[in-house]
Each structure stands twice: as structure tokens, then as C-alpha cells.
């Protein structure tokens, strides 16, 4: 299968009921989707697919073939984060981080699709993201700073 990781293009050999998570995880290395519960309830594997947020645990590989992919780590760098991940920064919106890609990428899209959203759309859009740290307020904050309100 053919796809566009992080702007990268690449080619595995993967069977076509395995799950993006795993050929991600394990076939190209990466360690910015995360395994959590592998039924889509966590987040953890959350990436954005064709410019569409999506769990990977639930994507076939199959459905993947020539999509673009985008994780966490083609999302900024450590010298010039992208505008959401300074914004969770700074507002402390994560303690272990194991949430943190689902969580960044979940306020991604939404602020892609809606750059101003209520309080509410805030809320529904990181509803699909577990976090047992810090809770969701500290996130709220965040994705209100990056929308720059």
C-alpha cells in the first residue's frame, strides 16, 4: 500500500485487514499514534486521514491505500511548534502526554474546519479523547487561545 505520511511518501507491504494504527506503529516506526484501547473509544491513535480526524484503530489498511496521513510529528517541530501545540503549552493541558496527540490533532481539525468555536464545539470535538491527568478545562482553555480568543 501506498501513502503520504507527514508529508513523506511511502510504501509497506500490509494485509489489507490490518489497522492504519498498526502499519504506522509497526511497519514505518512511528510513535506519534499511540495504542490505547484499540477500539476507538481513547483516542490515542488519533490521526488525520485525508483531511478528515480519524482513530486508526478502526481504519482498515485496505480503505488507507493512497491517503494522506498527518500525526503529531508532522504537525510542528520543537523550535517552531505548531499554534495549537504552544497553546497547549501554555495553557498546561497535559501532564503525561499520552492523550496529547489525540488531543492536539482532535483541536487541529476542528480549528481547520471552524477557526472560531464555541465552547461547546470545543468540548464535542475532544469528547472522542480520554484524559485522566488534567481533565478537559485545561484543553478547552487551549484550543480557545490557539482559535485567539
Known sequence: MRLQVDGVAVEVDA???DV????LRQDLGSTAVR?????????????IVDGR???????????????RVDTLA??????????VQEAFMAEYAFQCGFCLPGMILSAVSLLDANPSP???????????NLCRCTGYANAVRAVRR???R
Open 20 to 23: 492504519l494504527l498498526d502499519v
Open 146 to 148: 490557539a482559535a485567539g
Open 118 to 128: 464555541t465552547d461547546a464545539e470545543i468540548r464535542d470535538a475532544l469528547s472522542g
Open 15 to 17: 494485509y489489507s485487514e
Open 74 to 83: 508532522g504537525l510542528g517541530t520543537e523550535a517552531e511548534p505548531h499554534p
Open 53 to 67: 480526524c480519524v482513530k486508526t484503530c478502526l481504519v482498515l489498511a485496505g480503505r488507507a491505500d493512497g491517503a
Open 35 to 47: 495504542a490505547g484501547c484499540r477500539n476507538g473509544d481513547c483516542g490515542t491513535c488519533t490521526a
